[in-house]
Every structure is written in structure tokens, then in C-alpha cells.
């Protein structure tokens, strides 16, 4: 499917999902929240990608929501772009393929809130971190109110909603914002390999890995661990996992198929 604010351009079975509207920073109007979704429903059922890098064209990963169409929004509408945007959000969270952010610039407000959608965020050292949507009148409307306060804490999280200031990229991998800060020149090649190294591992494991920790976010520990078990006991049904325990005995490189 063609699409007119995104690119998605897939290599060696790593997919790259570039927001392109660097003339309004990739600020996330509603038609490139819906572009969004198409291209993570489509990369969920591409057996050609194996997981995907999202980052932005130019010098923004994202800078926002539109605030144009923000400003007219009803309480009716905003309610349903917050919830149209969270749907499509989660959709990223969920998606069984490992979502790694290369965030390349600029991640305000809704951009943001895209990459703490994502399983892990690589930044380059120019990229800057904030929520300045109560300068707005707004608050984040995408997930930031409850994402940043389980990656980074309640008082940090309390501190960029209030504020409202931007922090670097120091800062935000040194609050647990972002897994790791890269010169920008190596963004993107330290992302693919990062990425490359997870798709040697057994894709059956790494979607459940995925899907033990969102799922067990939201879980009593008892009910999380549970769930781990069921998730550990299945993968010993699975082909890769014989695969990748005799490989280690054998003292060579496993073959996984994902069967
Ligand atoms: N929504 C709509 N347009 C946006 C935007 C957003 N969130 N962020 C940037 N743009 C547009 C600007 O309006 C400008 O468009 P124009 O050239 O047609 O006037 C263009 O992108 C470039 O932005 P500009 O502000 O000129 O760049 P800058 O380097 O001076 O400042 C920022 C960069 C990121 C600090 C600034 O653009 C900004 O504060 N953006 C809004 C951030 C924000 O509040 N996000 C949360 C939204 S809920």
C-alpha cells in the first residue's frame, strides 16, 4: 500500500519505517496516525520482515501532534483522535515483531509517546525528549500520562508533564527514558545491528518475550508469573527450542525457523 507521510523500505528481513513530513518535523496529523496503523498491520503479517526500525525523515523523529488540527478540535473529537492514536500506539506495543526507535532528532509531545510505543529506543545524541503539552493547555493524549511514569518513574514523569521542558538525550537515557544514545552518525547502523541480533535469536521466544512483559506490566506478580510459566511451557512444545538447546550442547550456531 503506497503511502503518502511514511516510507517503508525492508532489507535483510529488517523493515524501516521512516515518518516523512520533515517540512512540519513529522508532526503526526491524522492522517499519518492512520498511515501508522496500516504499516504496523501490514509489517504484523509480512513473513518477508522480521522486525522493524521506526525513525523520522530529517531533523525530527517526531515533534508532535499536529497542533493545527489540534487547535479546533471539540471535546468529542479530541477524545477520539486520543483514542484512535492510543489504538494505533499499541498496536506498535503489541506487534509480535520487535519495534526498535532509532530516534534520530526532535521526539516531542505525540513523538514521544510514539517511542515509548516501541520495545526499545536507540537515540542519536541529538535527539531531544519532552511533553510540552501542558504548554498547550493539553496534556499528552497518546499513552505519555501512563508510559512515561512506568519507564522512568512517577516523579520523573510528574516533572516532564508539568514542566514541560525539553531534555537531551543524556538525560533521557540517564532517567531510563532511552536504552542507549549513539553518535547520530551511527544511528541508524548501530539500530540495524541491534535489530540483526535479536532476528538470530528464536522468533516464537522473542514474541513471547514481548508479550510477558506488556501483558505482565499490567499483572499482579503472581498472575505475571503465571503467565511466564505458560509462555516458558509452551516454547518447550516448539521446534527452536530443541534447535537452539542442542545447538548450545553441541557447541554450534542454532538454526531457528520459528516453528
Ligand atoms: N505540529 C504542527 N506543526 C509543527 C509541529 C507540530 N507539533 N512542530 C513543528 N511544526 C512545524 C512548524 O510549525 C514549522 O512549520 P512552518 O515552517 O510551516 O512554519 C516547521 O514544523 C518547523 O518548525 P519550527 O518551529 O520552525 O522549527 P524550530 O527549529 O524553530 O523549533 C521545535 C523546533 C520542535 C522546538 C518547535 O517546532 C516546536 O516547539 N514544535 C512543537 C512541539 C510540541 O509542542 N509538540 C507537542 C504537540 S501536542
Known sequence: MPFKFLTLEVADRVATLTIN???????LNDATIAELGHAIDQIRVDDSIGGVLLTGAGRAFVAGADISELSSQTPVLAKARARAGQDVFRRFETCPKPVIAAVNGFALG???????????RIASDAA???????KLGLLP?????????????????????????MIDAAEAYRIGLVNKVVPATELMN???????????????AVALSIEAIDRGLGMSLDEGLVLEANHFGLLAATDDMGEGTRA??????PAFKGK
Open 248 to 253: 548450545f550442547i553441541e557447541k554450534r550456531a
Open 128 to 134: 531531544k525528549f519532552g511533553q510540552p503539552e501542558s
Open 141 to 165: 493524549g497518546f499513552g505519555g500520562s501512563q508510559r512515561l511514569p512506568r519507564l522512568v518513574g512517577k516523579g520523573r514523569a510528574m516533572q516532564l508533564l508539568l514542566t514541560g521542558e
Open 21 to 27: 513530513r520533515p517540512d512540519k518535523l513529522n508532526a
Open 110 to 120: 505525540g513523538g514521544c509517546e510514539l517511542a515509548m510505543a516501541c520495545h526499545i
Open 190 to 204: 548501530f539500530a540495524k545491528e541491534m535489530m540483526k541480533g535479536i532476528l538470530s535469536n528464536a522468533p516464537i
